[in-house]
């Protein structure tokens, strides 16, 4: 089964900064690769699907590109409220893994 | 307006059974997978299985196949997730989701906590 990678686990940055997490699959998926955003306590919610297409009322400075088995997401101006997990997840066929996922905090 | 809505938490000795439930509304059940996610205390997300509620066709994560089993009520519009002995590790939130037009996620339940503690 093909394995999710992201890196890093976790960041810490400054509001405003330009944020970039990666996500790297051990086979090629093509673009079907979504990212979800998980606020503390909260449910995960959809950003990105289609490894760049940005989800309904997803504030623009998020970002991602990539196919095959590379991909990133990027923040391009920190928020506050943008702390929370953040999951790739490869959705090409069954298993539908997700990556360990990277805790973005202020600093 | 899509919702997905859990059932309630639960509190559960080793041993024992549990059929947690996620109904779906505002939509065609039939038409969309249902997928079942875990969450154990402080840790990420992981992606359990699916199930087709048209026909009743799953996908398992190997990592819990065998472990519990997901089925569906069209019926009642209602996808579940069982297991026939529950165990300690197995304390953690559950998450319903469903698919949109692909395999990605877009609507997700409000999440079941399970606590299995003797």
């Not at chain 1, 690769?33 to 606020?39: E, F, V």
């Not at chain 2, 307006?1 to 996620?22: D, M, T, Y």
């Not at chain 2, 065609?28 to 199930?51: A, D, H």
């Not at chain 2, 066709?57 to 569906?72: C, E």
Request: aromatic share 12%; proline share 4%.
């Amino acid at each position: 089964d093909i394995q999710m990678t992201q890196s890093p686990s976790s960041l810490s940055a400054s509001v405003g900064d330009r944020v970039t997490i990666t996500c790297r699959a051990s086979q090629g998926i093509s673009n079907y690769l979504a990212w979800y955003q998980q606020k503390p306590g909260k449910v995960p919610k959809l950003l990105i699907y289609a490894a760049s297409t940005l989800q309904s009322g997803v504030p623009s400075r998020f970002s991602s590109s990539g196919s095959g088995t590379d991909f990133t997401l990027t923040i391009s101006s920190l928020q506050p409220e943008d702390v929370a997990t953040y999951y790739c997840q490869k959705y090409n066929s069954a298993p539908l893994t997700f990556g360990g996922g990277t805790k973005v905090e202020i600093k | 307006e899509v919702q997905l809505v859990q059932s309630g938490a639960e509190v559960k000795k080793p041993g024992e059974s549990l059929r947690i439930s996620c109904k779906g509304s505002g939509y065609s059940f039939t038409s969309y997978w249902i997928n079942w996610v875990r969450q154990m205390p402080g840790k990420g997300l992981e992606w359990m299985g699916r199930i087709d509620p048209g026909d009743s066709y799953t996908n398992y994560s190997p990592s819990f196949q065998g472990h519990v089993t997901i089925s569906a009520d069209k019926s009642t519009s209602t996808a579940y997730l069982q297991w026939s002995s529950l165990k300690a590790s197995d304390t953690a939130m559950y998450y319903c989701a469903r698919h949109g037009s692909v395999s990605y996620s877009v609507y997700w339940g409000q999440g079941t906590l399970v606590t299995v503690s003797s």
